[in-house]
């Protein structure tokens, strides 16, 4: 179908839909069911046995499995040749426990995984674009995979398109196809049938699934979606990219894979050594003999590999997403959760994210005179009062007020209560409310009234980089074109000044203009001069915004009150406390910006260095590099000069957070290390660009979100801290087994392992992971927000941690070995010996996990404070005395029972390790303390 060579009404009759009422609900459902969701391919979720088929495919499964076919292996010679009957069994049951423990650990796993996944989805929901469509003739703003062909659908500047649109209504409507046409200039677009032969490109009353608005508005009617648009037929082309790791998990990945290797060179050496030790005692290895170094290979190479961290890594990383999202910050993938840790750089705008984006005026300047504006927020009474205590005389400011609401597209209206509300640009409502506390309405003016008669021609909006909005009028027969701005940007382009009716030569008033805008700005107003022009009709029909936009007459200035939000003030002192420097970046006057930062606790005093564009446009990136790192405020930039900023921090090794919320912010966002955008008054483009959307557009969500991602970082330190040093300690006291025990002890044979391989699997899989995935939910610690940004580049085992796992594993590892070879002299059996080594493992990790919860020690955090913690510890020690004490896991696992006293004996002796370091370390570190209090002490005397 050509839906460009048709006229409008064809087309909606085609479609079968009305441009006024939109399709009703229920025709909307069905064709819904007929064309399915407006969406490219239907993403394919991976069924639940292929995401259990994956986790198999981990090194240390395949260690097991072969683990299981040798002990199968053991039980058939048992079996066919030696007749070893007992023996036979004991392998066999070997086998199926290695098995059971193997899918009781990837039912957890899989488990995990499953939730995680189902948030990560829930996340991608809330992201959804949005569209705006007439249905049942209500505008309703619904998720762009509901849209439906037939629906008529309303964009404006900053927003997608999500199907393919024919044009309705198309006002100043420029739309970026770059993506279908590698066309980067904007198209006009408009409504007119075109001919049949024309390319995609040139389809001017068309728009495309994918495209952006960026600039001014229009209505159309969705013609076709999901695979059926343009989009769609060349969809195939770009098919969605694979889940990027984030780069923590990269390095945990490769930490794995070092760690794997080495436990490869330390099974092969072990193995080694036996075997020659064996052949010069003995002169031949015994089949006996070789399944026991084999049983200690396996025993080793479960403990040695970290198989639980890549997942409990990814699985953290997910509860942290949902953790900000519940906060309402959304982050679009799991490195950003790990970026917001250690952001260094905030740079936010100031208007609505560090203010309230509330505003009023409350004084202004025309003909002359200052006035201040009496009334409360946006309820249109108020009288004005001269400043300088003289009457007030309308005709001071008829025309500037009735320029003021005709150059606007704002509005206010009263709500059930009689409570005035705002619609519209909050800057433009300000001037509404203005006007109408002198009974000045722009529909009054633009109504027919016989003896005046005004109406709008043309419309160039607001936009942040011109700082400047235009509106042509036709009044009685003339052309005027009203510009309203910033006021330096008017200033060159003004030539006169209305005084008294009267057009005298701006030289006259440029002093008390600028007098005034400077004492407006410096006391936190948003200042805008407000001017106009007579021009031709020729000119008012064709001209461009800028050939307008000059040889203006200035009618008169405002100052805008923009309040700073109060929990602004405190998100920035938590900020700077935790080394993340906070930078206001604004198109308003530097003198606004300096004074409402001052307000904030961005800047200390009002001569703290201001960058304005201006500046920014002299300076070479060298002289911008200088500065950057010191400048907290940036005035009357432009959405363009963001990137510079943004480039210059990250010379610096600074990881950068930017806040945009216009159209023009979208690179920018994306050039930031994370781009955060406003949920509620974003464009969909800025959405889409960002890592970060802020759901209630706050910035003390920004503050919260950088919380999290330090909680989640710290989160993964303390599982990997407490995974490596079970690792080190299993390890350990293996080795020292094979290395050590150089004849038989008691019952105790040389070749006997410290621990059985299935003992050791039970602490990697069942009791320590259990409190591993506890650690993801744990809470911030009270001071993560008064340290530094953790430096991104810096490897996962720097800050101490190698030492620190290496110390702790060391320690574990000697008791756990000494309890072995203690328990051996006593007497007692091999299974009982091992038991004993095997809980006091257990009971030591437990313990340890208290410690490994904190950067500091054991004693610096409430050990109840995570409940899932509690009750996995507490799942993970009842759970391992009973297979002490359960003949069924006797048997498979070569445990044996013990007596009461001795189990009473192992849960306090295997505490004193964690406790003993603790102490020492916490007594170091109080008399370190103490010993720099006394050197400031000293300093401040
Ligand atoms: P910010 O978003 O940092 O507040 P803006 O780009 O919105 O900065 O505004 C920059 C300047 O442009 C303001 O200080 C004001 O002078 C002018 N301005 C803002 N909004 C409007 C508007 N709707 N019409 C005309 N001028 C405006
Ligand atoms: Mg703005």
């Not at 997910?318 to 519940?326: D, L, Q, V, Y």
């Not at 003289?390 to 009689?418: C, M, W």
């Not at 208290?850 to 054991?858: E, F, G, M, P, Q």
């Amino acid at each position: 179908m050509k839906w460009y060579s048709q006229n409008a009404s064809t087309i909606l009759q085609q479609l079968d839909t009305s441009r006024i009422a939109g399709l009703d609900e229920a025709e909307a459902k069905r064709r819904l069911e007929q064309h399915g969701l407006n969406e490219l391919t239907a993403k394919e979720t991976e069924p639940a046995w292929k995401m259990l088929l994956k986790s198999f495919k981990e090194p240390l499964i395949v260690i097991l499995l072969i683990a299981t076919g040798l002990a199968l292996a053991s039980a058939a010679y048992d079996f066919f040749v030696s007749g070893d009957q007992a023996h036979a069994m004991a392998s066999v049951y070997e086998a199926v426990a290695i098995v059971l423990i193997v899918l009781i650990n990837s039912g957890i796993t899989f488990h995990q995984t499953r939730t995680a996944q189902k948030s990560l989805d829930a996340l991608a929901d809330m992201r959804q674009h949005h569209m705006k469509v007439l249905r049942g003739s209500n505008w309703l703003s619904i998720p762009a995979d509901h849209l439906v062909p037939g629906d008529i659908v309303s964009v404006k500047s900053g927003d997608f398109i999500e199907g393919d649109l024919r044009w309705l209504k198309a006002s100043e409507l420029q739309i970026n196809e770059s993506h279908l046409t590698g066309e980067s200039d904007a198209i006009d677009k408009s409504v007119e049938p075109i001919d049949e032969e024309t390319e995609l490109g040139d389809r001017t009353n068309m728009g495309y699934s994918g495209s952006m608005v960026v600039n001014g508005n229009g209505i159309g009617v969705v013609v076709a979606t999901g695979m059926d648009t343009e989009l769609g037929k060349i969809s195939g082309l770009m098919q969605d990219i694979d889940d990027q790791k984030t780069p923590i998990e990269k390095s945990v990945y490769s930490l794995s894979q070092k760690l794997m290797i080495i436990a490869g060179i330390i099974i092969v050496i072990t193995i080694g050594y036996d075997l020659v030790k064996q052949l010069i005692q003995v002169g031949s290895i015994s089949m006996d003999s070789f399944g026991g170094i084999s049983a200690t290979a396996i025993a080793i190479a479960v403990a040695s590999i970290p198989d639980a961290m890549p997942v409990v890594l990814s699985i953290v990383l997910t509860i942290g997403a949902k953790m900000m999202a519940s906060q309402k910050g959304l982050v679009k993938s799991l490195s950003s959760v790990e970026t917001l840790g250690s952001t260094t750089y905030i740079a936010s705008d100031k208007t609505g994210t560090l203010t309230k984006n509330e505003m009023a005026v409350t004084r202004f300047l025309a003909n002359g005179q200052i006035y201040n504006v009496e009334g409360n927020g946006y309820t249109p009474i108020g009288d004005f009062i001269r400043a300088d205590g003289g009457d007030t005389h309308s005709a001071d400011y008829q025309r500037f007020l009735e320029v003021a609401v005709l150059n606007n597209e704002a509005e206010i209206k009263p709500d059930d209560k009689q409570n005035w509300r705002p619609f519209g640009n909050p800057t433009d409502v300000s001037l509404v409310v203005l006007a109408a506390k002198q009974g000045i309405k722009r529909d009054e003016l633009l109504e027919d009234k016989g003896d005046r008669d005004i109406d709008i021609v043309r419309i160039f909006p607001f936009d942040s980089t011109r700082k400047m909005m235009t509106v042509v009028i036709k009044e009685n027969g003339r052309y005027f074109s009203l510009t309203k701005g910033a006021p330096d940007v008017i200033k060159p382009l003004t030539e006169l000044a209305l005084i008294d009716g009267q057009k005298v030569d701006i030289q006259n008033a440029s002093a008390t203009i600028e007098e005034s805008m400077l004492e407006f700005a410096n006391d936190a107003l948003r200042t805008i001069s407000i001017a106009q022009r007579e021009i031709t009709k020729e000119a008012a029909l064709n001209a461009s915004s800028s050939e307008l936009e000059q040889h203006l007459s200035f009618l008169g200035l405002v100052g805008i009150i923009d309040p700073p939000r109060e929990e602004v003030r405190q998100s920035v002192k938590k900020l700077t406390d935790a080394s993340v420097n906070v930078v206001m970046i604004t198109g308003d006057h530097a003198m606004t910006a300096k004074a409402i930062a001052k307000q904030l606790g961005i800047i200390q005093s009002k001569d703290a260095d201001v960058i304005t564009g201006r500046d920014l446009e002299e300076m070479s990136d060298a002289q911008l590099s200088k500065r950057v790192l010191d400048t907290r405020v940036y005035a009357r930039v432009t959405p363009e000069h963001k990137q510079r900023i943004i480039k210059q921090l990250q010379a610096h090794e600074q990881v950068v957070a930017m806040t945009g919320d216009g159209i023009n912010d979208a690179p920018a966002l994306k050039a930031a290390d994370i781009g955060i955008a406003m949920g509620i008054n974003g464009t969909e483009v800025t959405k889409d660009a960002a890592d970060l959307i802020l759901l209630d557009d706050q910035f003390t969500t920004i503050e919260k979100s950088v919380e999290s991602g330090r909680t989640i970082f710290a989160n993964i330190l303390n599982f990997m801290r407490h995974e490596l040093t079970t690792n080190v300690a299993e390890v350990l006291s293996l080795l020292l087994g094979v290395f050590l025990i150089t004849s038989s002890i008691g019952q105790v044979t040389e070749v006997t392992p410290t621990l059985t391989a299935l003992m050791v699997l039970w602490v990697n899989m069942v009791s320590d992971s259990l409190p591993s995935f506890a650690l993801g939910y744990d809470e911030a610690e009270s001071d993560v927000m008064k340290q530094r940004p953790r430096d991104a580049k810096q490897s996962i085992l720097a800050n101490g941690m190698l030492k620190r796992v290496l110390l702790r594993g060391g320690v574990m590892g000697g008791m756990v070995f000494a309890a072995f070879v203690w328990a051996a002299m006593q007497g007692y059996s091999v299974a009982q010996s091992q038991t004993l080594a095997f809980l006091t493992l257990v009971f030591g990790q437990l313990w340890h996990v208290y410690d490994a919860r904190s950067v500091k020690t054991l004693f610096d955090r409430n050990p109840f404070s995570n409940s899932r913690l509690t009750l996995a510890v507490g799942f993970a020690a009842t759970s391992s005395i009973l297979v002490t004490l359960m003949p069924f896991f006797n048997n498979v696992m070569g445990t044996a029972p013990l007596s009461m006293p001795m189990y009473v004996g192992i849960i306090i002796i295997s505490a004193i390790p964690t406790f003993a370091i603790s102490g020492i370390k916490k007594l170091v570190g109080m008399k370190s303390q103490t010993d720099s209090s006394q050197l400031t002490q000293l300093d401040s005397e």
